[in-house]
């Protein structure tokens, strides 16, 4: 520092303490020298007040320099006493100030109110950017209200003048720190400081300057002041020692054995701090369980409530540090526990750093190093602020780890990422974000295997895809399509929250899809060779990179598995083939396996041969263009009989079967195959109910212009009833085979190939778009969906008795009336073609009788008996043909009424449904209102009388057809 620097400084102090004693004293008053005012007076008026301030400023330099005596003496000898080092301690730590204050209102009031105001105010002393010398001001005030020794309140008024001023730590250090100047001696020292910096100039207040010739006066003091502090300095040093010799003894024996013990047990708690931070026990506090840690009863309040605060870090670290040695749950829950591992390291740094400063704080007091002590300061309360952080941060992990026992997988990984997205603080956003940059490394593992080899590395089951267990199918066909549909199942509960649900079934799609190109298809070459060229390191927050690989990866797997079920294993070649032949869109194949087969299957069920079936299938294959077809079609397709069943003939038996082998049965599942199956029975038995009706048809047309037309007069009424039923039952076969044909079988057929053809298309798109292609079939082609309830809504109790009757049933009953009417009218062209033979023969009996002579008719010729009548030759019943034709006509006609019956439900019931084209069969059916369709406002009385003609009329058949003659054809009835 300059010399001017040094004079500044040495001119400023000067002027301070000349102000500050000239404003603390007191003038004398005129009073005291007489009421004369003249000039004797008026100089020894003068002259007092000089030596007051001449004592005032004496007293006041003393007491500096025994401030810097101490100062230089602790410099030199670089030890302090007891008094010393509290002082010391106390002047650098504000902190230590306000202990003391407040131990001292706790132990000189009984009731904690004012320690508690104490605390209240010092918060807001605190926050006071003005002062700069807090703790200053804290030391002076407790100093101040020290009374114990023997004038320790001090006097304004020392007339000797007395130079013997002792430095006494429980005393003011001057006279003039009594109370009713504390505030403005308060001032002037904040005054000074905020000053302190300025070079120049004197400290001069406003309140001198008012005051007329008392600057000189004041500078003339002050010169002789400073003289004679210059020429006693050594004098006063050597006082100033004894006088703090003197001091320590007038301290009360209280104080001295409080201090030092609080001082003793702080700093005994510091040493066992670092060990229970660790959840180790120490000498003053020990761990009872995990969970309690006991501390020592006989500690102050404030002291116990920090002891508090820093026993939630090591509870928190002693119960994570449980949760880390553990070595339960998979993967995720592994990588958790490494994770809190890493940050309790970094815990137990901060705590070795602790444990450093508390040593060398320590050390530093030990060896009664002032500004060790100072500088290096370590208390509880810096403790609580320096684990605070890492208090948080446990405090944190115990939650997650809490919230987590129950937890895998991704859900963990979700519980941990909603506290980096939805919590509103910082720290516990950025400190769950680092965690997860640890956790998910496993689930990102098992992501790329599962993207780029289609393998599942998952021992735990902690991934959103899971393998099922295998459980053997009753078909054996399902366990290789179980690779596909069964295998791998997508668990939405163990998605993490931040993959969205369109990304996670993406994810399981690629994976998927390799898996089955590997193992199901055989194509294990290609998954390697993809995996080592797009195989790539994925990782947390990565989120851009990680779309833009699964995006990838999603269009090259579903083209090859595309292109795999189109070039190598002829998926859409297949699906052509059972629409040809299973669905009856090969019309010459149909034809002419019907015919070929028609004679064969007239016989019963259990007489049907499957070579004979395999023969005529290939002489249908061969004589149609089903020839043209790939040999690997033709191979698979194969004539089989259903299970049998007693009385059943060969047409309700026979059924055509399409082999379908692995990976195609992916997407022509064994349910498909069974739709497939359903379809063909039905529609086989469609046709079958043509050609018996085309075959009939031709015999009655043929038969008109010969051996019908021969009986006309006894059975042309018949013939011409009979012609125009078979011409209904004809148009509605036609009329039902072309809606299912077409406007059912094509239509669906159209969407299916619209929805393969689209680009990007996968084989769960090629699956569903072919479950939809049968369900619609099905549903449009009458053969899934029920026919709706004919009975009006207060018939709904009666009508819940009986079950509600299907379309399917519905056409098979149709199509059985037309089967027995196709036997009765067989009957009939047998009762015609006898009755043409029995007329033939006796016009030739009549010829040759004539010839010869004789009568041509006899009485015994017109008692011959029907021929009908086998086993007897005369019969006195001359009427038993007319019996039989009376029988057939009876039958005839209740198939024609029933028929008409059943049909008139039949419409009623479609002109209900909400599909349009099911109407319009409906009115394809019905375009000229020749049917009178049943509606659904007819009452339950007519339902049940409806229901009682139904039984009658099967009742009538029974019996009709048990006196019916069996058909020259050889046909069976329909079952």
């Known amino acids: 520092m300059s010399a001017r620097r040094v004079q500044t400084r040495s001119r400023r102090v000067d002027d301070a303490l000349s102000q500050l004693v000239d404003s603390l004293l007191p003038s004398i008053s005129r009073s005291a020298f007489g009421d004369s005012e003249d000039d004797d007076n008026e100089e020894a008026a003068a002259a007092a007040e000089e030596r007051r301030l001449q004592t005032r400023l004496d007293r006041a330099w003393r007491i500096l320099d025994v401030v810097a005596a101490e100062k230089e003496e602790q410099k030199q000898n670089g030890s302090i006493d007891g008094g010393g080092a509290g002082g010391g301690f106390a002047a650098e730590n504000i902190n230590n100030a306000s202990d003391l204050i407040k131990r001292k209102l706790l132990r000189e009031n009984a009731s904690p109110d004012k320690a508690v105001r104490f605390s209240n105010l010092y918060s807001r002393l605190l926050t006071q950017p003005v002062l700069g010398q807090k703790w200053a001001i804290l030391y002076l005030l407790y100093r101040l209200s020290e009374r114990d ?30 109370d009713g100047n504390l505030d403005n001696l308060l001032f002037k020292s904040r005054r000074g400081a905020l000053a302190e910096d300025v070079d120049e100039g004197p400290a001069i207040s406003s309140s001198v300057s008012q005051r007329g010739g008392a600057p000189e006066r004041r500078r003339s003091v002050r010169t002789i002041a400073g003289d004679k502090q210059r020429r006693s300095q050594p004098v006063i040093t050597e006082e100033a020692r004894d006088s703090r010799a003197a001091s320590k003894e007038t301290i009360p024996l209280q104080q001295q054995a409080t201090l030092p013990q609080a001082g003793k047990t702080e700093s005994s708690l510091l040493r066992d701090l670092p060990y229970i931070l660790q959840g180790l026990s120490s000498t003053n506090m020990e761990f009872s369980s995990s969970t309690i840690l006991k501390l020592p009863t006989d500690l102050p309040i404030p002291m116990i409530s920090l002891l508090h605060t820093l026993a939630e870090p090591c509870l928190l670290y002693k119960e994570l540090s449980g949760f880390v040695d553990s070595s339960d749950g998979g993967l995720v829950s592994q990588a958790l526990r490494a994770a809190i591992s890493t940050e309790l390291r970094s815990y137990l740094g901060l705590v070795a750093t602790l444990e450093g400063e508390i040593r060398r704080a320590l050390t530093a007091a030990a060896s009664d190093d002032p500004k060790g002590v100072v500088k290096g300061a370590v208390t509880l309360k810096r403790c609580v602020v320096w684990t605070r952080d890492a208090t948080m941060a446990l405090r944190l992990m115990s939650i997650m780890v809490e919230e987590a026992r129950d937890k895998r997988g991704g859900q963990l990984i979700s519980l941990i990422h909603g506290y980096s997205s939805s919590h509103g603080d910082p720290f516990v956003g950025n400190f769950a974000e680092k965690l997860l940059s640890h956790i998910t490394r496993p689930f990102y593992d098992m992501l790329r295997q599962w993207i780029y080899d289609g393998e599942l590395s998952d021992p735990y089951k902690e991934f959103f895809v899971f393998e099922t267990e295998f459980r053997p199918s009753a078909d054996p066909r399902r366990i290789a399509s179980s690779v596909w549909e069964d295998k791998y199942k997508l668990d939405d509960e163990m998605i993490p929250s931040f993959i969205t649900q369109d990304f996670a079934k993406k994810v399981f799609l690629i994976g998927k899809s390799l898996n089955f190109i590997r193992y199901g298809c055989g194509d294990s070459a290609w998954v390697e060779a993809y995996s080592k060229e797009a195989s790539k390191e994925l990782r947390y927050g990565d989120t851009a990179r990680l779309e833009i690989s699964i995006d990838e990866a999603y269009k090259t797997t579903m083209a090859r598995l595309i292109h795999l079920m189109d070039t190598k294993f002829k998926l859409f070649e297949h699906l052509r083939a059972l629409k040809k032949y299973l669905l009856l869109g090969q019309g010459d194949f149909i034809a002419l396996l019907m015919e070929s087969l028609a004679s064969n299957l007239d016989r019963p069920a259990n007489s049907q041969y499957r070579h004979t079936l395999t023969a005529q299938l290939e002489h249908a294959i061969r004589s149609s263009n089903a020839q043209f077809d790939s040999p690997d079609v033709l191979r698979r397709l194969d004539a089989r009989m259903l299970e049998l069943s007693h009385g059943e003939i060969g047409w309700d038996c026979f059924t055509l079967e399409y082999k379908i082998d692995a990976p195609v049965d992916v997407v022509i599942t064994p349910w498909g195959s069974t739709q497939y199956l359903k379809v063909f029975n039905f529609l086989w038995r469609v046709k079958r109910v043509e050609f018996a009706l085309e075959s009939t048809w031709r015999r009655c047309i043929t038969g008109a212009r010969g051996v019908l037309g021969s009986v006309e007069d006894k059975v042309g009424s018949d013939w011409k009833r009979a012609r125009c039923v078979i011409a209904e039952m004809i148009h509605f076969v036609c009329q039902l085979q072309y809606y299912i044909l077409f406007e059912v079988i094509e239509a669906s057929w159209d969407q299916l190939q619209a929805a393969i053809s689209k680009p990007g298309c996968t084989l769960d798109d090629l699956i569903e778009a072919h479950t939809k292609y049968l369900n619609s079939i099905t549903h449009k082609g009458l053969l899934g969906s029920s026919s709706t309830s004919r009975t009006s809504t207060a018939a709904t109790s009666s009508s819940s008795k009986q079950p509600e009757e299907s379309f399917l049933s519905q056409l098979h009953q149709i199509l059985k009336i037309m089967l027995n009417y196709k036997d009765a009218v067989d009957g009939l062209y047998s009762f015609s073609v006898a009755e043409f033979t029995r007329r033939q023969e006796l016009n030739a009996k009549i010829e040759t009788r004539t010839a010869h002579g004789q009568w041509g008719v006899t009485e015994r010729d017109l008692k011959t008996s029907s021929p009908f009548l086998t086993g007897q030759s005369q019969n006195p019943d001359l009427s038993a043909d007319d019996h039989m034709l009376s029988s057939l006509q009876t039958r005839l006609r209740d198939l024609a009424v029933d028929f008409r019956a059943r049909l008139n439900i039949l419409l009623g019931d479609l002109a209900y449904q ?42 009538k058949d029974r019996r009709s057809r048990r006196n019916a003659v069996p058909s020259s054809s050889g046909a069976a009835t329909g079952n």
């Open 149 to 178: 020794g023997p004038g320790g309140g001090g006097g304004d008024d020392n007339a000797d003048g007395e130079d013997a001023v002792t430095y006494d730590r429980g005393r003011s250090r001057s006279p003039l720190m009594d």
């Open 914 to 955: 909400p599909d349009v084209d099911m109407r319009f069969l409906g009115v394809v059916m019905n375009f000229n209102d020749v049917y009178e369709p049943v509606r659904r406002r007819r009452a339950t009385t007519s339902a049940g009388s409806s229901s009682t003609r139904d039984k009658e009329k099967d009742n």
